[in-house]
């Protein structure tokens, strides 16, 4: 009981700016005792369905001193609900989310989250590494500088300019890869990428906030995908880039064969630069690369093959002009298995859930 007080109080002292909740605050106490972080900070940002702390571990032999973030899921909101939909026919959420229960619903986002930043991290995409997860809280890598300051989100990254170039248009390079990777080797779709979601450091953007990201055979993700390749567009066109069509990146992310890693995949995005129909800079090829474009946003995107078959089947149109061709390919060759190592980390070993439940009565009395 004294050496319980002890720690109750280490844990206070430790968390003393925050207010959290008690089954938080024992929840960081148990990873402070592991040494996972020593000290928590204040928030680096807070939101409707999470907050994110700095925190700091000073490691037992005396060396320099560890930056983490800490992503605290929030309880007890209806947020969550509308996100459903992500979860919804995902295969490894099968069972379903008990929705008359929101600590159940957070510790699974948190719990999706841990996951998907496993396989990106495994997949070598520029992310936070993730450390541990417990319940609804979520240690990662600190991305910041030494001092512990957060490197800034891409809406907020300042891009200097020096060559005669748009600065930009290597990052959107860049994010086509990522894009690409993320769905061939990781079999991901990030499902609310944007400016907001990507942390930029030194030419190097690093992906966030991957709860909601999606397997890329659930029944949406190729509707996701399209928003989040509309989204990259809308961000780097008021950025003044020259971007490449929708359908063009969508063909690109979901193709078969192709490369799946650096330099390659910016070779290949130069080579759709060089072979799109607008590179003559002719005003009709430009005006049609729009009408196809307005197209490919409003297109019908069929969930499965069963429905492409039908498609198919009714309509007798070349593949060609189809969304789908990719899924078509697929089908024909043998299925990959999701990127070699990327694969392994699903089943989620480390991720420390067991004794959640009680973990706050042994403190309290
Ligand atoms: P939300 O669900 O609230 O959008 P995010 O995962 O996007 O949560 O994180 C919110 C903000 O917290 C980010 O925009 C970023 O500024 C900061 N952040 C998140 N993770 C990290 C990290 N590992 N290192 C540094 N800052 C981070
Ligand atoms: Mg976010």
Redesign the pocket.
Known sequence: KGEQGRDKDKADRATSELVLDQRTRMILLKMIQRGVVSEVHGA??T????N?YGAVLEPEDGGRPIQR?I?IYKTAILVFKDRERYVTGEHRFKKGVNKSNNRDMVKQWAEKEFRNLKRLHSAAIAC?EPIMLKSHVLV?????DKRGY??P?LRDANISEEGTENPWRSLYVQLLGIMRRLYKVCSLVHADLSE??I?YNDNQLYV??V?QSVEHDHPRALEFLRMDIKNVGDFFRRKGVDTLPDRTIFDFITAHDGPVAEPELAQAVEHLYETRPAADGSAEAAAAEEVDTEVFRNQYIPQNLNQVYDIEKDAERPTDELVYKNMLAEKVATKPEAGGSAGESEDGASVDDTDDEESGSEVDE
């Open positions: 680096i940002s939101g409707k369905e999470a994110v973030a992503k936070p990662m890598e600190f991305l910041g957060a490197y989100r907001y979601n942390l966030i906030d709860s």
